[in-house]
């Protein structure tokens, strides 16, 4: 019996646990990459669930074998364990970093995992900015909640974005917690005359860096230099509304649950630093109750409507970026802005959410992930599916065929 018809003929049986590999990256520098808390949570949670997890490094998910190397953790000896452990049903991608997932040995990883007729894999990379807006654009129910975005090809789009709009942010296509974005606004009256026609706003590690331009032109051959050769989009900015005089904007956790559905698992609140230009708590932001802001600045009402609108929402965006991606997702986390009339709009997704700090957010995010990896095994059992796989793969002979991710 060859390897693969032994993993699809290990699916036809009723296994009493599910087995889950965490991938995640080594680099040489440590045994492996990622939150080590976020990892150790994650293992606890799916013991208690019933469900059989591991960590698995990119170079040791062998798809060939029966069994791979992969990483527990022993609380008595408060270290990582590395021993043999059982083929995996669901591989749950935390690669941590862009430049690690764009490596052709990570790839050839994910290009593995997405095509096994066995495995289930969903979120199979991080998100493109642009690709996200281009995505929310097709349909009519998440159209208007996308601020104007184009990509950053020249002076021309720069110009243009800037002069329509008071303020326009600047967003790397492949950024992370708020690195690297910038912000252009026009000024007025007399800052106008006595600094100069614009400012932009650059934020950086250690805080953000503001320098005056009398010209569109002058000022984008200083935003070139702190590009770096990097994608960027321009996006219109929006009037956030403003509680105790700082901007905030929403924080939502979309997963699915053990019926394979979209739900809201949390939503919180980020509010913008003192001298911050986004609400990014790595750059200066803070974590607010979404519930009191929104009611401090639209009353106890309109803030619960708002609230309840800011869900329905989110589940609609995840909905539309799941069918704009072409592939099965599990889970993300946005970022929604409240404009001061109350509107919502959508900033930001990211395809691997960082662990929120709010403690019931937290403790459901961790639950309905683990039962949405038992959901994926228990729903992919049926025997039709099973004799197709088997099928194609005698068909092409050795190895997994090509197909699309479920």
Known sequence: MDLQTHHLNAQTKNSPAPVAAILTYRDGTRIFRGNRDNFIDLLRTAKEEGVT????????LDLRAR?????????SKRKWVLGERPFPDIVYNRIPYRKFEQLPEVQEVIRGCLSHPTIRFFNPSFFSKWSLFEWLKESKLTRGHIPETVRLTGL????????????VYLKPVKGKAGKGIMKVQQLSGKRRSAEGGYRLTCQSGDGVESTTFDTVSAMYDAVKRHMDGKEYIAQQGISLAVAGGRPFDLRALVQKNDRG?????GIGARVAGASSITTHVPRGGSIGDPSKLLGTVFGPTSG???????????????????????????????DLGVDTTGKLWFFEAN?????FDEPHIREKSLRRLVRFWKYLVASSGDQPRLAKSLRRMRRVGRGPAKRRNR
């Open 351 to 355: 395809s691997k959410p960082m662990k």
């Open 53 to 60: 997890a591991y960590i698995v490094a990119q170079d040791d």
């Open 67 to 75: 069994k791979l190397k992969g990483y527990v953790y022993s609380a």
């Open 304 to 334: 619960r409507s708002i609230l309840r609108q800011a869900r329905e929402t989110a589940l609609v965006l995840a909905s539309q970026i799941e069918k704009g991606s072409g592939h099965t997702l599990g889970e993300m986390s946005m």
């Open 261 to 265: 559905e979209w739900r809201v698992s």
């Open 156 to 167: 021309g789009d720069f110009a243009r974005m800037v002069r329509k709009y008071r303020n």
